[in-house]
């Protein structure tokens, strides 16, 4: 835009015409003033963030009896004027469009809240209005996003939380697990607890978009009785017609019989009901590839990866960059290379499991730092060595930074942290999804897996060290590495919402728009 202006402003001196700020000034219609502030915010290399400042900027006209053109431009940075500008420059799209209300509806894990923290940071940066809703908790992770922080009473998370030890058992065992574990049953409970909550914030809020958490059925139902586009995402793997993840990790628990599907269709029917809302057939709903799925990992890591079509967008993980100086001051004193261990957060109370760690580790050249929860205390686990530093809670991407190798139970936020900064991994797996990761990360050559029940302090220390000195995995973990980051994260993100922005047409499911130039799959 102040190439075009200085282009005019030529011309005008080539014309003998007058120039400078000495015209008769007069104020510009105001989409027109909205375009000049957003295209001199792209110009000028982002001065300004929306949200926090804007632009005011002064244009001058010449005015004769044949047009109106502009000749010059000043501008200057000023607190945010209220309401907040209504219009954003898309430098990926090159275009000028509505600032969209976004809303992304979660679940109360950090498994499911960790990974889309950078997604909606990249979406607040570029100008939209996100609100972001979970439970309580997770108030203080998501504030510092910039984003509007919605609370709500979502269990699932909870629910899990109780049982973690117990499907831990069950499911590395190969015993089943008791009925009240089943996916489906846990599934109701977070529809019926959060839906009325759920439905009034929304209704009210009246977004433009919303980006729906696989898992919230409630989510899905209220998008589509609100008529809002949607965006389903996946934090772990996708499901279509050759790769079930339901089939693949709940085997062994309650089969999902035909009176089970009719029992859940008749809460969902009367939820609906009693708000006047249209209902939606769970049978072809565990049957239905949404319009548009985000998937949080890169298209290598998931099983049939090849199978899905243009309506999944492998994204690649989207948690918040932190810096590794946050974890400096956690890893014991030393040269040697440091080894992170974590069971992620729910799979803490295995005492044993701690114990073999120190055991296998005590007194090398490895500086060990270790979380072991809340639950347990590190005076429980006998004396520690000087090599060992143990937390109820780490910093873990801070400290991954600084890993050669991690142990972990193969969570897939955790997966895609330890790859995307080139740490191989020695995994654990606690339940049946993480046996498919751990399996995955085998087949792949990105590390190596140990089975709990079989878990012995010498099979720990070869292991760590087989993975370490394994030149062949460390040249496939960085391969992977490449293929993660390459994947576009956030920006892949922010680029797919912008284009249904600004092309109504995709928001109804037509793909045919979009390809690789558009976003990274």
């Keep these: 835009m102040l190439s075009i202006l200085y282009k005019w402003e030529q011309q005008r001196q080539r014309m003998g015409l007058p120039t400078g700020i000495g015209w008769t000034q007069r104020l510009m219609p105001r989409p027109l003033l909205i375009r000049i502030i957003v295209s001199f915010r792209a110009v000028a290399g982002g001065l300004t963030s929306i949200g926090r400042y804007c632009v005011r900027v002064r244009i001058h006209y010449f005015i004769n009896k044949r047009s109106t053109l502009p000749c010059a431009i000043s501008a200057k940075v000023v607190k945010q004027v209220s309401p907040p500008p209504t219009c954003i420059f898309t430098p990926a799209l090159g275009k000028v469009l509505d600032m969209a209300k976004i809303a992304l509806i979660n679940i109360d894990m950090h498994g ?14 570029a100008g939209h209005d996100v609100h972001f ?59 019926s607890a959060t839906f009325d909550s759920l439905y009034r914030e929304l209704e009210h809020l009246k977004p433009d978009l919303m980006i729906v958490d696989f898992v919230s059925l409630a989510g899905r139902i209220i998008a589509d009785n609100l008529k809002v586009p949607q965006i389903k995402f996946y934090t772990t793997y996708a ?42 057939s769970l049978a072809k709903s565990l049957n239905t590839i949404a319009d548009h799925n985000l998937v949080f990992l890169p298209r290598a890591l998931q099983p049939h990866g090849d199978t899905f079509d243009e309506r999944f967008h492998f994204v690649g993980p989207c ?62 686990l006998g004396p520690i060595p000087r090599n060992v530093a143990i937390y109820p809670h780490i910093p873990q991407v801070a400290l991954l930074q600084h890993a050669a190798l991690f142990i972990s139970h193969g969570g897939m936020n955790s997966t895609m942290e330890a790859l995307s900064y080139e740490v191989p991994l020695v995994v654990i797996p606690q339940i049946e999804e993480q046996m498919i990761t751990a399996d995955n990360v085998v087949k792949m050559g990105l590390g190596m897996k140990l089975d709990r029940p079989k878990l012995t302090t010498p099979a720990l220390a070869e292991a760590v060290a087989t993975v370490y000195e394994s030149k062949e995995i460390a040249a496939k973990v960085t391969a992977m590495s490449e293929a993660i980051h390459a994947a576009g994260g956030p920006r892949a993100v922010l680029k797919l919402v912008e284009l249904m922005i600004a092309r109504p047409s995709v928001t109804k499911g037509d793909t045919s728009q979009l390809d690789e130039q558009d976003v990274e799959r």
């Design 112 to 125: 499911h809240v960790n990974p889309t923290l950078g997604l909606v940071a990249e979406l607040r940066r």
């Design 133 to 191: 809703f979970s439970s309580e908790e997770f108030r203080e992770s998501v504030l510092p996003t910039g984003v509007t922080f919605h609370a709500y009473p979502s269990v699932i998370g909870k629910a899990i939380a109780a049982t973690a030890q117990i499907q831990a058992v069950a499911d590395t065992s190969g015993t089943a697990a008791p009925k009240e574990l089943a996916p489906l049953k846990r599934g109701l409970d977070e529809f």
């Design 239 to 280: 499901s279509n017609e050759h790769y079930d993840l339901m089939a693949a990790s709940f085997a062994k628990r309650e089969p999902m019989t035909l009176d089970a599907l009719n029992a859940a269709q008749q809460i969902i029917d009367t939820k609906c009901t009693a708000w006047g809302l249209k209902s939606l």
């Design 319 to 380: 948690f918040l960059p932190v810096s590794p100086h946050e974890a400096s001051e956690l890893i014991p004193q030393g040269d040697g290379p440091v080894l992170v261990v974590s069971l992620g957060s729910l799979f803490h109370e295995w005492p044993e499991f701690y114990q073999s760690v120190i055991a296998a580790f005590r007194d090398t050249d490895w500086r060990v730092v270790m979380s072991i929860g809340r639950q347990l205390k590190a005076s429980d």
